[in-house]
């Protein structure tokens, strides 16, 4: 029995007729005697309004309830796929988390996938052409439900097609990776093929093509991506362990909405820096682009995302609220712009070549990688800095 999964995003799957044409999509496999396990976002963009209305419904943020409310999105595109799939001859079940057994953390929000019980899906395939399955949702030994995050439907494919030793196939509507976000700008290129390590850091740095987690899934297992658009026939992009094609620099990645956080004049102290990044993790705050300077005395500056400033100021207040004589600033109104590359660990110049090229934008802060540079540039530089390093680099 050979086994394809495939996933597909909330625009491909928006409208009574855009589910119509997945069906068609998926009965064109079908008839290629394969088995299709098909796992579905929420219709377009039912996920943000479900959210918009339990904010009108009540004040008060619950992490169950939302998790509660938020999975129901995909099951009605899981249900409608499922008879629209019946409707054309193609003998098809639906499934939500529960029903095919995707066991998770008990994180709300946030929940990563344990293990899935690939038995009772393949038992069902026995008996079924194809079975769409909800994404981005799991849940606990103990009956709860929980969500994976934005993007978590790339994250129940893949691990799927690892416990099903299938292909894995991602369609949106875009036709693949491409080097920069093509709204950035429109010359981008499409790439055929990226390494799981490029295609992590791109995610990781605000490339919205695929969760950072399903990519990690994919390099655990060695399965090969494969992105391309739901609406065309155009050939994609594969996400693998080797790039083929092994460019320097495979990719640009953009992040706004960044603010900088200053903290300066602290006492030179190792374990006031190890006091700090522990409190700020156990407040579960994501921080990046770190600086430590020590000299006269001990200035430590990072970045986070704007909407999780007031969360930083009170987890900073309670480390230093007994300390006096230190400033501490927060600057928004930055992004940050890295270019990503398997083969800049192999190849001299290209921080020349980075610097080079973004000789008139004035950079706040830089980070380097093995494969990656970063650098921090107010907002209004952003499509300045972005074009440079695209001519740059050839992207």
């Known amino acids: 029995m050979k086994i394809i999964v495939q996933k597909y995003g909330g625009s491909s799957v928006a409208d009574a007729e855009k589910i119509k044409n997945v069906a068609l999509k998926i009965s064109k496999k079908v008839k290629e005697k394969n088995k299709l396990v098909v796992v579905v976002s ?4 039912t996920t943000d309004n479900l959210i918009k209305l339990s904010k009108e419904v009540s004040k ?3 992490p169950r309830e939302l998790d509660m409310l938020l999975t129901t999105g995909e099951q009605v595109s899981a249900s409608l796929l499922a008879m629209a799939l019946n409707d054309i001859g193609i003998k098809s079940k639906s499934l939500n988390a529960f029903q095919a057994k995707i066991m998770t953390t008990g994180d709300y929000m946030q929940a990563r996938i344990k293990n899935l019980k690939a038995k009772r899906i393949n038992d069902l395939l026995k008996e079924n052409e194809a079975l769409i399955i909800t994404g981005f949702q799991g849940i606990t030994e ?11 439907s790339d994250t129940s494919a893949v ?3 690892a416990a099903l030793n299938a292909k894995c196939e991602i369609y949106s509507d875009v036709a693949g990776i491409y080097t920069t976000d093509p709204r950035l700008h429109p010359g981008a290129k499409k790439l055929k093929y990226i390494t799981y390590d490029e295609m992590l850091e791109m995610s990781s740095l605000g490339a919205k093509v695929l969760h950072s987690r399903s990519v990690e899934i994919a390099k655990k297992f060695g399965i090969t991506i494969y992105c391309g658009s739901t609406f065309s026939d155009e050939e994609g992009s594969y996400v693998m362990k080797k790039n083929i094609e092994q460019p320097i620099v495979s990719g640009l990645s953009v992040m706004d909405h960044q603010t900088q956080v200053t903290l300066s004049n602290l006492p030179v102290d190792n374990n006031l820096v190890q006091q700090i990044f522990e409190k700020v993790a156990r407040e579960g705050l994501n921080v990046d682009m770190i600086s430590v300077i020590s000299n006269a005395g001990l200035n430590i500056s990072f970045t986070i995302v704007e909407e999780k400033k007031s969360s930083i100021a009170k987890a900073l207040n ?6 006096k004589g230190f400033n501490l600033h927060y600057n928004s109104g930055y992004s940050k712009i890295s270019i990503v590359g398997i083969g800049m660990k192999s190849s001299s110049g290209v921080a020349s070549r980075f610097f ?5 934008v004035p950079l706040t802060l830089v980070t380097t990688s093995e494969i990656k540079i970063s650098c921090l540039v107010e907002e209004k530089f952003k499509d300045k800095a972005v074009k440079a390093l695209v001519t740059a680099f050839e992207l």
């Open 42 to 45: 929420a219709m377009g963009k």
């Open 60 to 62: 008060t943020s619950i």
């Open 142 to 152: 103990d009956d709860e439900i929980k969500t994976l995050g934005r993007g978590g």
């Open 159 to 161: 691990a799927l097609a």
């Open 318 to 323: 309670i480390i230093l609220k007994d300390m």
């Open 356 to 360: 080079k090229a973004l000789e008139k």
